[in-house]
């Protein structure tokens, strides 16, 4: 096989990474640049004029209950818009269907809810990690004017707990709080001012107990909620020649989406509730909701209203129960908005990790044998902390080779704050242990870490640690026998992308300190970092994965127009647009009407684990086929035609709990960053300069989509590595705040260049390859690693802080 | 108290009757004006970024009070069309809560400057949070409005090899060999 560090330069223009496989015209990039000034937009936002939604969501939504399964005309609900007249199939980037809105300000996100005579709901959480409840005493703010309803765990009207995998979470406490911040009341009043007076009012006698913070010692202890081992071969009778063994620590991140926590519950005065609220799987909040309030679920409508962003922290419930017991307790419609610093507090975050990796290789550079120890934080209540272990075991070593494995991974139980999913769910931490690991051990074996990485990397037919059979890269794509490696491919790359030069007469905005002005070159050095994320794509483990698309396609006026039914969450990544070229590329519609996203229709599965491409995006695909099919024969002035589907992935096995061997996964996902920094090494400051990344996305479906992934992806994997934390002690978050919580901004983030390869995985819909979260993975090594090269020193915990750089000036690590 | 202002071109009174009540509550919760969003409430996130008088504010810092007889021009009226055009066509808006801030924010930077570059954007909306987009493409679009608005004058390039053309985008870098 040609050497793939050496493959020639002059394809860098394509997106294709099999030139001449594919025909032009299957070809679907968009066409090439105009000359001359650019038209910008007005071709593809014109036919937008007449769907435009303007003001908050209607009042009185409770005629929605009486709208058949496919409401014609679409009506529109929190959420929904009618998307006409939108040209561009699948891999083309036409207007979002949202986008109008969006810069227009009349976008209806969850906490832009206004309903007539509509009260503020508000919680009063726990001041700390760890106490008894010996009494709550509510009759002072009960009596306050404007307050309508003040609730307790005494007031919940069904089952007391909740949860996304187990049921362990109380809706309210009942004689025990188990982290900072859990909720202990909850309250109704005229306004959102006085509800939060009315909290200061609620008298909470709390026994304080001292907190259990300390993962390892809960493990010790047995406090844990999953210990998942993997166990391949013999490691202990392996002799290696070069051995490293390294500890790493992994702080806690928060997906700090910027839209907070929100929504509106509305009594249907029959004894039913509608809910409209800000979630990433609406009919996992229904199936949890439904039981603790009581009612059927036919009782209860949800519907997603507008998502500001998600990244996992809308995956457990919030405000759902909380507000809709108000709101039957009250007889009114409640919407309730969590502030900024109780939004910090009021979903789970990353679980911060400790790793302890032992790599071993031979004499020629191919790794022997990974022993590691995992151990998660999953905070005080389980959320999806048994997923997460899972993710982390069975990606623990990354998309390499090895044959001798023994991991254990953890998943603790603490008085911490709870954690939960994040993207990357579970392979991120891993992924900054096993990266480092692979430069270290490059290093000690005197070999480039871009070579020692292609002599490890996976190809089409290896097994990876679980006994998973890596399948889905093209067999024919062997060279002289050797299998495809599209990692080898990947990382040979980065061979036409130069690493960009030290410009001359810099700005000073572009030197670590920025406008802090503590610098104008002198103690700054550069380093160059790579970084290769492997992450599985839809949900893992045997669990049934599915979702549910409609369509309609209907002759309306003399057009051809498809409503398209789903319950996906559009949470900012695009969905919806998908949605559209999906059906035009089926269909070829003259109009797609996207219909509400809510629980009338089926389930669409969480948009979380890179997947509603896939799953949703497979559903949407199949009942076109399914409508096209009906079609034969049909003329549709008799009448439209309907069909729905369920789509599912194929099936995968749970990891044995012994060995960690199953075929685990549907799907995984590559990305390799390299990341070049300067470091002001006198005074511990980091500034990315740039970024560049090479990702495996199966098939672009949406080029401008893809992008924004990658590079959202990519800039939350830089707060990780050198700024994103959120600090405890003791149980307590020390920095529940934008002030002292950071997230980059755009001064922090470089310039991004993309490559993009599109290795099409045979299973699934149109070849594609979730793409959300990988660049989230590798992008937060291969920093650390440019800060590693900048200044030397080994860096094994992140973020890397100041006084990680400084703490060592003048010495050698 | 009542506080009388101009919000959009529109007269728009207030019945406060919390002194310290931000703009931005009054705006939202009052006057029910929700294009300006709510994300932090600590002047720290430039979501609710609204012109008072002509000048960028954090509405969440400016107490409602201090607004009698002042305009104020949010996301509907402080933005001119081919800057949310832009905005659309470079794929700068994702989940869109940053948005209205941002546009705020570039319609007052291409006022003072018709034709900035790069570190020049990044200085004026250093102030801005967006978590999803990583910001490349708030750059680009920017850059395209910038060109949108100075009547066909063609565009200036960015300082750097960003890949992405304005429109349509492409998800290679076959642009990259043009500085
Ligand atoms: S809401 Fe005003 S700056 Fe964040
Ligand atoms: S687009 Fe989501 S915060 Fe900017």
Redesign the pocket.
């Known amino acids: 096989m040609p050497d793939a560090l050496n493959e020639p330069t002059g394809r860098a223009a394509t997106t294709a990474s099999t030139p001449g496989e594919r025909t032009p015209d299957e070809r679907t990039s968009p066409s090439p640049a105009p000359t001359g000034p650019v038209p910008v937009a007005p071709a593809a936002s014109a036919g937008l004029e007449t769907a435009v939604p303007a003001g908050p969501v209607p009042a009185a939504p409770a005629a929605s209950h009486a709208a058949p399964e496919f409401p014609t005309p679409p009506t529109r609900a929190a959420g929904g818009v009618g998307t006409p007249h939108l040209p561009g199939g699948v891999g083309s980037s036409p207007t979002r269907p949202d986008a109008e809105a969006k810069v227009n300000g009349t976008f209806d996100y969850a906490s832009d809810l206004d309903f007539p005579g509509m009260l503020w709901g508000h919680t009063l959480r726990s001041p700390h990690p760890s106490a008894r409840l010996r009494a709550i005493d509510t009759t002072t703010a009960r009596a306050m004017p404007g307050v309508a309803a003040v609730l307790t765990a005494a007031d919940v009207p069904g089952k007391l707990h909740y949860g996304l995998i187990e049921a362990d979470q109380p809706v309210l406490a009942l004689d025990q709080v188990n982290y900072e911040g859990e909720p202990v009341a909850i309250i109704a009043a005229e306004t959102l001012d006085l509800a939060r007076r009315a909290a200061e009012l609620i008298d909470v006698d709390y026994d304080i107990l001292e907190p259990a913070c300390d993962p390892e010692e809960a493990v010790a202890a047995g406090n844990w909620f999953r210990c998942q081992p993997v166990r391949l071969g013999d490691p202990d009778a392996q002799t290696p020649a070069a051995v490293v063994t390294r500890d790493y620590v992994v702080g806690m991140q928060d997906q700090a989406?910027?839209?907070p926590e929100s929504g509106a519950a509305l009594p249907t005065g029959d004894g039913g509730i509608e809910l409209y609220v800000a979630t990433q799987w609406v009919h996992s909040d229904l199936e949890q909701i439904a039981p603790c309030l009581g009612l059927e679920p036919d009782r209860i409508h949800m519907a997603i209203a507008g998502i500001?962003?998600a990244f996992g922290a809308r995956e457990d419930l919030s405000v759902q129960v909380h507000m809709a017991m108000l709101a039957l307790a009250t007889g009114r419609p409640v919407k309730m908005m969590y502030d900024r610093a109780e939004s910090f507090v009021g979903h789970v975050h990353r679980h911060p990790a400790r790793m302890r990796y032992e790599h071993a290789a031979d004499a020629d550079g191919k790794l022997l044998y990974v022993k590691a120890r995992i151990v998660l934080d999953g905070g005080a209540y389980a959320s999806t902390t048994e997923a997460v272990v899972g993710n982390a075991a069975s990606l623990a070593v990354g998309p390499y080779e090895v044959e001798h494995v023994s991991i254990d991974a953890w998943g603790a139980r603490t008085n911490n704050p709870p954690c939960g999913a994040m993207r990357g769910f579970g392979g991120v931490q891993t992924c900054f242990a096993y990266e480092s690991q692979m430069d270290a051990l490059a290093e000690v074996l005197g070999l480039d870490p871009l070579e020692f990485r292609r002599r490890n990397a996976v190809a089409q037919g290896s097994k990876l640690i679980t006994g998973q059979i890596v399948d889905a890269y093209d067999p024919a794509r062997a060279d002289g026998g050797t299998p495809f490696s599209p990692l080898a491919d990947m990382l040979g790359r980065f061979k036409d992308m130069p690493v960009p030069a030290v410009p001359t007469g810099r700005d000073i905005v572009e030197l670590p300190g920025g406008t802090g002005n503590t610098t104008h070159g002198e103690g700054v050095r550069r380093g160059v970092g790579y970084g290769v994320g492997l992450k599985n794509v839809c949900y893992s483990e045997g669990f049934d994965d599915y979702s549910t698309a409609g369509i309609r396609l209907e002759l309306v006026d003399g057009q051809t127009v498809a409503y398209v039914r789903t319950a996906a969450a559009e949470v900012?990544q695009g969905h919806w647009s998908l949605q559209a070229q999906i059906v035009r590329t089926e269909l070829g519609a003259d109009r797609v009407e996207l219909l509400p996203n809510d629980t009338k229709a089926g389930s669409a599965g969480s948009s979380s684990a890179s997947r509603q491409s896939y799953m949703t995006g497979g559903a949407v695909k199949a009942a076109c086929e399914a409508v096209r099919e009906l079609m034969r024969g049909h003329d549709l002035a008799d009448g439209p035609i309907e069909a729905t589907r369920v789509f599912r992935h194929r099936a995968t096995k749970p990891m044995d709990p012994v060995t960690g061997q199953g075929e685990s996964h549907v799907q995984l996902a590559l990305c390799v960053h390299r990341a070049t920094v300067d470091v002001d090494v006198e005074l511990g400051l980091v500034k990315v300069v740039d970024l560049t990344c090479v990702q495996d996305v199966g098939k672009i479906m949406n080029p401008v989509a893809l992008e924004g992934q990658i590079h959202g992806g990519s800039a939350q994997g830089l707060g990780l590595a050198v700024m994103e934390e959120m600090i405890t002690a003791q149980g307590r978050v020390k920095n529940a705040s934008f002030t002292d919580y950071l997230i980059p901004t755009i001064l922090d983030m470089p310039p991004m260049r993309l490559r993009i390869v599109e290795n099409a995985d045979p299973e699934a819909p149109y070849g594609l390859r979730g793409a959300g979260e990988p660049p989230t993975l590798s992008s937060t090594p291969a920093i650390v690693a440019a800060i590693r090269d900048a200044t030397g020193l080994a860096l094994t915990q992140i973020p890397v802080r100041p006084e990680h750089l400084t703490a060592h000036f003048g010495r050698q690590p | 108290m009542r506080v009388e202002m101009r919000v959009d071109g529109e007269p728009a009174a207030a019945e406060i009757d919390r002194p310290g009540e931000s703009l931005l509550t009054t705006l939202r919760d009052r006057l029910g004006r929700y294009g300006t969003k709510n994300a932090c409430e600590q002047g720290e996130c430039g979501s609710c970024t609204v012109l008072l008088d002509g000048d960028p504010v954090c509405a969440c810092l400016v107490a409602t009070a201090q607004c009698e007889g002042r305009e104020v021009k949010t996301v509907v009226g402080a933005v001119p069309r081919p800057v949310r055009d832009a905005f659309i066509a470079c794929g700068a808006?994702?989940?869109?809560?940053?948005?209205p801030g941002?546009l705020v924010s570039v319609a007052d930077l291409l006022a003072r400057d018709g034709d900035p570059n790069d570190v020049q954007i990044r200085e004026a909306l250093a102030g801005n949070?967006?978590?999803?987009?990583g910001y490349e493409k708030i750059i680009d679009a920017v850059h395209a409005a910038a060109e949108l608005m100075s009547d066909g004058t063609p565009a200036p390039t960015r300082a750097h090899w960003i890949t992405t053309p304005v429109v349509p985008s492409a998800a290679n870098d076959a642009t990259e060999a043009a500085p």
């Open positions: 989406p910027l839209g500001g962003g900012g | 808006v994702q989940c869109g809560f940053c948005t941002l949070l967006c978590r999803c987009t």
